[in-house]
């Protein structure tokens, strides 16, 4: 079933990005002494002071979005490289601003997720040729869930943050106009950038205790269960749901368990070290997860996780030490909504794929050194479920360094329902996708259907992520990689949010 991929030349080896950067939390080191002669370095950094007259700075909170994306009557390029000029549009004033508050500042602000800000005309500027590289190959807003040839999704996913034609256009136009500021004094307002975080948290609870890692030989995967008391008195319903990572530069995954029966309160500070692969506890109930790159869980409406009074909550963390440091997490955090009205349907999650339900069409599971085409695929018969009705509500996707595209689907007959597809695949962008529908509008699982997932991989030089990833373990030719948690190591599973009906 290795069918051949037809693919001319993978996006990651495109020459369309203006540079090969390392994918770690900062810019490229090309970009860094422009940074730093801009006084932007990032973390949190304010921008230099003097040209920004701050009349772009105060978002007014009005939309402000008007006008933006429609291009019109905007000349582009004249030919002029001022980017001073004061009537040349599109400009940052008018056109630019609005756009990249809204799509862009809620990661590239002063502290935020993004190595640098984008919140003033300067830092924008500095970037503008790499912006429109970049939303012109759709890496930025970063998006992974895609249609192609062989996956049409079958509903408008949430949250998409993709840009239209005529905004990637209107960034190219500001980059070849010569990305011209516009006059400051008529700014447009501001709309405020919008909120990567969960909407009024019922309760926001930290760790107990801490966490330290630090490779050990040749070792630097560790497993780390952390317990939560949620604190709800009676039986509530959860419909979104955050992890608060307190040490992105190790946290490499964490999976969310209820532990109905509150097992782990026993732990001490609320951690049990080298708890394993699962919840560290008889029995729990696996409710979702956080990857790099994740954004809140949200569930449909009508859609609710069962957290009984007294149950805690589990997070099993995957700490992958990246570097020779010693390494502490004091602060990952579990931020949840809840109510206390019964939903019509209780979620929960499905692993399925390798390590997880199904079977290899082709085992073992074993990817060459320097295979660049190498097929992984799994399927998953639904058993008989004995409950009235199941709809999938959302879909992760989750490979390691070696992946270059997977794709989810679900099969009934000869039919075939793709579910998701990332066939640009980026381990530091991944994300639960979730389908924007009424939750009755949504793929049903029979009894009898099959989940088919199916992992590619590139493992030669010529992914960049291969070459980071080997010279982390001081490696520079590929290595043949098999099944597993570390990050040398790969995995080909799927995430599935499903919604079972109560009533
Ligand atoms: C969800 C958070 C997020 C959003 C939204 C986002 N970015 Fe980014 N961006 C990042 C991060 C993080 C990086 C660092 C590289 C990486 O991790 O991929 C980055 C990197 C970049 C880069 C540098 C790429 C390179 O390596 O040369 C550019 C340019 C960029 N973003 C532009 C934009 C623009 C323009 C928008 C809005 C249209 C946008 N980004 C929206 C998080 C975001």
């Known amino acids: 079933m290795h069918r051949a991929r037809g693919r001319a030349t993978p996006w990651y080896r495109a020459k369309v990005a203006p540079r090969r950067h390392t994918r770690s939390a900062s810019p490229s080191p090309a970009a860094w002494p422009l940074l730093a002669a801009l006084g932007l370095a990032c973390g949190g950094n304010e921008p230099a002071a003097g040209h920004d007259d701050g009349s772009e700075g105060g978002s007014s909170g009005a939309d402000g979005s008007g006008g933006s994306s429609d291009g019109d009557g905007i000349s582009g390029a004249d030919g002029s490289d001022s980017g001073g000029t004061t009537d040349a549009r599109p400009d940052w004033v008018h056109d630019v601003a609005p756009l990249v508050f809204e799509h862009c500042v809620p990661c590239h602000a002063d502290g935020g997720i993004a190595p640098f800000s984008l919140q003033d005309y300067d830092s924008a500027a500095t970037w503008s040729g790499s912006i429109a590289a970049q939303v012109q190959i759709g890496l930025m807003p970063p998006w992974h869930a895609l249609t192609t040839d062989e996956c049409a999704p079958p509903l408008p996913f949430a949250h998409d943050a993709r840009l239209g034609e005529a905004q990637i256009q209107l960034l190219a136009d500001w980059n070849s106009g010569g990305a011209p500021q516009g006059d400051p004094a008529d700014a447009v307002p501001l709309p405020e950038p919008p909120s990567l975080d969960l909407a009024d948290p019922s309760a926001t609870v930290a760790m107990g205790g801490s966490v330290t890692v630090a490779p050990q030989g040749g070792v630097r995967d560790f497993f780390h269960c952390l317990s939560f008391d949620p604190g709800n008195s009676e039986d509530v319903f959860v419909d979104g749901l955050q992890v608060l990572p307190?040490?992105?530069?190790?946290?490499?995954?964490?999976?969310?368990?209820?532990?109905?029966?509150?097992?782990?309160?026993?732990?001490?500070?609320?951690?049990?070290?080298?708890?394993?692969?699962?919840?560290?506890?008889?029995?729990?109930?696996?409710?979702?997860?956080?990857?790099?790159?994740?954004?809140?869980?949200?569930?449909?409406?009508?859609?609710?996780?069962?957290?009984?009074?007294?149950?805690?909550?589990?997070?099993?963390?995957?700490?992958?030490?990246?570097?020779?440091?010693?390494?502490?997490?004091?602060?990952?955090?579990?931020?949840?909504?809840?109510?206390?009205?019964?939903?019509?349907?209780?979620?929960?999650?499905?692993?399925?794929?390798?390590?997880?339900?199904?079977?290899?069409?082709?085992?073992?599971?074993?990817?060459?050194?320097?295979?660049?085409?190498?097929?992984?695929?799994?399927?998953?018969?639904?058993?008989?479920?004995?409950?009235?009705?199941?709809?999938?509500?959302?879909?992760?996707?989750?490979?390691?360094?070696?992946?270059?595209?997977?794709?989810?689907?679900?099969?009934?007959?000869?039919?075939?329902?793709?579910?998701?597809?990332?066939?640009?695949?980026?381990?530091?962008?991944?994300?639960?996708?979730?389908?924007?529908?009424?939750?009755?509008?949504?793929?049903?699982?029979?009894?009898?259907?099959?989940?088919?997932?199916?992992?590619?991989?590139?493992?030669?030089?010529?992914?960049?992520?291969?070459?980071?990833?080997?010279?982390?373990?001081?490696?520079?030719?590929?290595?043949?990689?098999?099944?597993?948690?570390?990050?040398?190591d790969e995995m080909c599973l799927a995430g599935i949010g499903v919604a079972v009906r109560v009533f």
Not at 262 to 287: F, I, M, R
Not at 316 to 345: C, F, I, K
């Open 246 to 488: 307190g040490n992105r530069a190790i946290v490499h995954h964490v999976l969310i368990y209820v532990d109905e029966g509150a097992e782990s309160a026993a732990w001490p500070d609320g951690v049990s070290h080298d708890c394993g692969g699962g919840a560290g506890v008889g029995a729990a109930t696996l409710v979702g997860g956080w990857v790099p790159g994740s954004m809140p869980i949200e569930l449909p409406d009508g859609v609710g996780l069962t957290l009984p009074a007294g149950a805690r909550i589990v997070f099993n963390m995957h700490y992958h030490a990246g570097d020779d440091s010693e390494q502490v997490d004091d602060a990952t955090a579990l931020s949840m909504r809840w109510s206390s009205t019964m939903p019509q349907y209780v979620g929960r999650f499905e692993l399925i794929g390798a390590p997880g339900a199904g079977e290899l069409d082709d085992p073992p599971f074993s990817i060459p050194a320097d295979a660049t085409d190498h097929v992984e695929s799994l399927q998953y018969v639904v058993p008989e479920l004995g409950v009235p009705e199941v709809r999938v509500f959302s879909v992760a996707n989750h490979m390691h360094k070696v992946g270059v595209d997977m794709r989810t689907s679900l099969t009934r007959g000869s039919d075939d329902t793709c579910l998701l597809q990332t066939p640009r695949w980026d381990f530091n962008w991944q994300r639960l996708y979730g389908y924007d529908a009424d939750i009755g509008a949504m793929p049903e699982v029979l009894p009898g259907d099959v989940v088919h997932v199916r992992c590619t991989y590139d493992n030669s030089l010529g992914n960049p992520a291969v070459v980071d990833a080997l010279a982390e373990q001081g490696l520079d030719t590929p290595q043949t990689v098999a099944l597993g948690e570390g990050s040398l």
